[in-house]
């Protein structure tokens, strides 16, 4: 069996608590910095999103009874 004398055992006691102050000591520190705040910027659109945006715009959904009648037709004549 290996021998431990007291010393040895008030070393190791030493070195933990060292290392544990020294992890709070970082994670204090590391609260305290400020973070900085980023700018509110909204993106704006670029040409090819405008583009699908006016494509989306131009489509025609006032008929849709229309379509689904004739659409309705088609499937009673199955």
């Known amino acids: 069996m290996a021998?431990?004398?007291s010393g040895d055992n008030k070393k190791t006691f030493l070195v933990i608590v060292a290392g544990i102050m020294v992890v709070g000591?970082?994670?204090w520190w590391l609260k305290q910095v400020p973070v900085p705040q980023q700018a509110g910027v909204s993106p704006t659109p670029d040409a090819e999103a405008a583009?699908?945006?006016?494509d989306i715009d131009n489509i025609n959904v006032d008929d849709l009874n229309a379509e689904f009648e004739a659409i309705d037709k088609d499937?009673?004549?199955l």
């Open 3 to 5: 021998d431990y004398s």
């Open 25 to 27: 000591a970082l994670v």
């Open 51 to 54: 583009a699908i945006n006016q």
């Open 75 to 77: 499937l009673q004549g």
